[in-house]
T-cell receptor, first 110, second 112 residues
Framework: DAMVIQNPRYQVTQFGKPVTLSCSQT?????MYWYQQKSSQAPKLLFH???????NEADTPDNFQSRRPNTSFCFLDIRSPGLGDAAMYLC?????????FGPGTRLTVL | KQEVTQIPAALSVPEGENLVLNCSFT??????LQWFRQDPGKGLTSLLL?????REQTSGRLNASLDKSSGRSTLYIAASQPGDSATYLC???????????FGQGTRLTINP
């Protein structure tokens, strides 16, 4: 089945240790998104790619970076994770207006 | 800045009841509104998308309505089932850039 895949599903890192989260899609959608969702809160858009064009939200910390080497893959890099970065990270894709989400990666920072 | 509010934050009803979830948004200049379902610890599943020119959309037992001028949307669930238990989120695209602003969701529990 065509889908959005996120790896790993659970990630534990240490305070300040860089971490990379991965997202891949088989939908061939041109737009990919990264959201951060903290417990019992709304998903918050960090950035998105429209094809190769990168769009950063104004309030996304510099600590968060992203790469999209091709249509299928997108990565979220957290350069120096803090305790406040512990959250569920959701990847999504779209071609028209409907967004398709992956299962998420739950990040724990020790 | 667009803000999306969902009330109530949690709702518990007996199986078989019809129910309505509410969503309001502060800026009526939206391109579309979407309703999502999120199961615990999982990603989001799109349920319904309403374009700004539409008044409602239906899928099975779900019906979503949109009143742009008043900044409101409702999600109607008919004949609720325990499997409908989840958090329901609404989100608006206010810029036409396919960027969504989400509400915090309503956590729905259907009791057998």
């Amino acid at each position: 089945d065509a889908m959005v895949i996120q790896n790993p599903r659970y990630q534990v890192t240490q305070f300040g240790k860089p971490v990379t989260l991965s997202c891949s899609q088989t939908l061939n959608h041109n737009v990919m998104y990264w959201y951060q969702q903290k417990s019992s809160q709304a998903p918050k858009l960090l950035f998105h790619y429209y094809d190769k064009d990168f769009n950063n939200e104004a309030d996304t910390p510099d600590n968060f970076q992203s790469r999209r080497p091709n249509t299928s893959f997108c990565f979220l890099d957290i350069r120096s994770p803090g305790l406040g970065d512990a959250a569920m990270y959701l990847c999504a894709t779209s071609r028209d207006y409907t967004q398709y989400f992956g299962p998420g990666t739950r990040l724990t920072v020790l | 800045k667009q803000e999306v509010t969902q009330i109530p934050a949690a709702l518990s009803v007996p199986e078989g009841e019809n129910l309505v979830l509410n969503c309001s948004f502060t800026d009526s200049a939206i391109y579309n509104l979407q309703w999502f379902r999120q199961d615990p610890g999982k990603g989001l599943t799109s349920l319904l998308l309403i374009q700004s020119s539409q008044r409602e959309q239906t899928s099975g037992r779900l019906n979503a309505s949109l009143d742009k001028s008043s900044g409101r949307s409702t999600l109607y669930i008919a004949a609720s089932q325990p499997g409908d238990s989840a958090t329901y989120l609404c989100a608006v695209d206010g810029e036409g850039a396919q960027k969504l602003v989400f509400g915090q969701g309503t956590r729905l529990t259907i009791n057998p």
